[in-house]
């Protein structure tokens, strides 16, 4: 089965840039979304089409992608970006939408 | 304001039925493909189904297969998950989501219920 690989956690400073990152095997021909699950929340659509920023979410988020890799970047990170964070994206050869594991975000 | 709002879960028993239903307001809700994605307690999220709009494409997770049935009532805004055989590790919170489009590859999923408990145990 096709396997979005990500980072279980990453730890970052206020005001410091935290990078997530998420590995696939075919992101040339895949659009990657990004969400945001706070605890006891439900997700939230921070990034689509790879680099497509709904209109509610801060600039300080955007996403890019190069190769097989996909990156979600927070600029200036504050204490209210503490939160899980999962790529996906729709596997076109299983008929399957995929997500990584997560990365748990933590702000020093 | 766009809104999913989940119901009908609960307490079931291994090889027990659940149906799910998704309220949908304040969008064209025939529209839009939508999907169900699921939370077991302390992991990621899974994916579980999906259908386009219209019912014209359905796709199952192989975890699901053959035990989970999704559908929509466009009259009724509604999206239903009918679930059969149920197992321990099917226990979630079950999300409703929307696809940002029509289709249902190539779209984030841009709108999401607070999600309802399923919980299966003797």
């Known amino acids: 089965s096709y396997v979005l690989t990500q980072a279980p956690s990453l730890s970052v400073a206020p005001g410091e840039t935290a990078t997530i990152t998420c590995d696939g095997n075919n992101f040339g021909s895949q659009s990657v979304h990004w969400y945001q699950q706070k605890p006891g929340q439900a997700p939230v659509l921070v990034v689509q089409?790879?680099?497509d920023r709904p209109s509610r979410i801060p600039e300080r988020f955007s996403g890019s992608k190069s190769g097989n890799t996909a990156t979600l970047t927070i600029r200036r990170v504050e204490d209210g970006d503490e939160a899980d964070y999962y790529c996906?994206?729709?596997?076109?050869?299983?008929?399957?939408?995929?997500f990584g594991g997560g990365t748990k975000l933590t702000v020093l | 304001e766009e809104q999913l709002v989940e119901s009908g879960g609960g307490l079931v028993k291994p090889g027990g039925s659940l149906r799910l239903s998704c309220a949908a307001s304040?969008?064209?809700?025939?529209?839009?493909?939508m999907n169900w994605v699921r939370q077991a307690p302390g992991k990621g999220l899974e994916w579980v189904s999906s259908i386009s709009s219209k019912s014209s494409y359905i796709y199952y997770a192989d975890s699901v297969k053959g035990r989970f049935t999704i559908s929509r009532d466009d009259a009724k805004n509604s999206l239903i998950l009918q679930m059969n055989s149920l197992r321990t590790e099917d226990m979630a919170v079950y999300y409703c989501t929307r696809n940002a489009g029509i289709k249902i590859d190539g779209y984030g999923m841009d709108v999401w219920g607070q999600g309802t408990t399923v919980t299966v145990s003797s």
């Open positions: 089409d790879d680099s």
């Open positions: 996906q994206v729709w596997e076109s050869s299983t008929l399957h939408q995929v």
């Open positions: 304040g969008f064209t809700f025939s529209s839009y493909s």
